[in-house]
C-alpha cells in the first residue's frame, strides 16, 4: 500500500546526542515536509523540500538539519543545538502545482533525557 | 497565508451533527480553505478543501459563507470516533512548498 512511514515511533536520547528521524514516502510526491508538535499545540513547520537536492527552511529550523538525496527519503536531525528537542515530529508528503491533500505519517515521538 | 481563528473546544452529543466553525477574515480571492483533524498522537488527517462553493465527501460537508470570511466544517453524524482536534487552514493554491500552517485547531469531544 503507498503511504508515508515514518520510524521509529517512539525514540530516547540522552542530552547533547545528534538523533535522526527517519522519513519514507512511496507515494511518487515531489515535496515532503517536516512538523513538530509541542503538547496541546498546533503544528510548526520545520523544513520542507519540493525537489531531490534542495530544502527550505520552514518556522523553526534552529537546530535542526535535513537531507533530500532522494524523492522518497526526507531524514530529519535533531541536533545538540536544538534547546528543547522533547516534541512529537511529524512527515507529510504532497504533490506540487496542484490542489491536493498533505499526507502525514504517524510521528515520531522523541524524548530527550 | 491568511490567519484563521477557530473556538479552542467544543462538545457535542454522539449521532447528532457537530458544526465546527472558522474565521478567515483577511482570506485572499484565491486562497482555499483546508480542514485537517488530528487525533490523538496521530498524524493529521485530511477531511476538506474549498474555494467558494459549499463541498461534500464521505466524511463531511464544507459551508463557505459568501464574502469568504468564515466558514464551517459539519460532521452530520458524529461518532466517538470523531473526536479529535479539527484544524482550519487557509492557503494558496501554489504557496511555497505547498506547506501548511496550522494554528490551535478546535478540540471537538464527542459525547455518548
Known amino acids: 500500500d503507498g503511504g508515508i512511514t515514518q520510524s521509529p515511533k517512539y525514540l530516547f536520547r540522552k542530552e547533547g546526542q545528534n538523533v535522526t528521524l527517519s522519513c519514507e514516502q512511496n507515494?511518487?510526491?515531489?515535496?515532503m515536509y517536516w512538523y513538530r508538535q509541542d503538547p496541546g499545540q498546533g503544528l510548526r513547520l520545520i523544513y520542507y523540500?519540493?525537489?531531490?537536492?534542495?530544502?527550505q527552511k520552514g518556522d523553526i529550523a534552529e537546530g535542526y538539519s535535513v537531507s533530500r538525496e532522494k524523492k522518497e527519503s526526507f531524514p530529519l536531525t535533531v541536533t545538540s543545538a536544538q534547546k528543547n528537542p522533547t516534541a512529537f515530529y511529524l512527515c507529510?508528503?504532497?504533490?506540487?502545482?496542484?490542489?491536493?491533500?498533505?499526507?502525514f505519517g504517524q510521528g515520531t515521538r522523541l524524548t530527550v533525557v | 497565508d491568511a490567519k484563521t481563528t477557530q473556538p479552542p473546544s467544543m462538545d457535542c452529543a454522539e449521532g447528532r451533527a457537530a458544526n465546527l466553525p472558522c474565521n478567515h477574515s483577511?482570506?485572499?480571492?484565491?486562497?482555499?480553505v483546508y480542514w485537517y483533524r488530528q487525533i490523538h498522537s496521530q498524524g493529521p488527517q485530511y477531511i476538506i478543501h474549498?474555494?467558494?462553493n459549499n463541498e461534500t465527501n464521505e466524511m463531511a460537508s464544507l459551508i463557505i459563507t459568501e464574502d469568504r470570511k468564515s466558514s464551517t466544517l459539519i460532521l452530520p453524524h458524529a461518532t466517538l470516533r470523531d473526536t479529535a482536534v479539527y484544524y482550519c487552514?487557509?492557503?494558496?493554491?501554489?504557496?511555497?512548498?505547498?506547506?501548511?500552517?496550522f494554528g490551535g485547531g478546535t478540540r471537538l469531544m464527542v459525547k455518548p
Open positions: 507529510a508528503s504532497s504533490p506540487t502545482g496542484t490542489i491536493t491533500e498533505a499526507f
Open positions: 474549498g474555494l467558494k
Open positions: 523540500s519540493q525537489i531531490v537536492n534542495d530544502f
Open positions: 507515494l511518487n510526491h515531489d515535496a
Open positions: 487552514i487557509v492557503r494558496l493554491p501554489f504557496a511555497a512548498g505547498n506547506m501548511l500552517t
Open positions: 483577511t482570506i485572499s480571492g484565491n486562497e482555499y
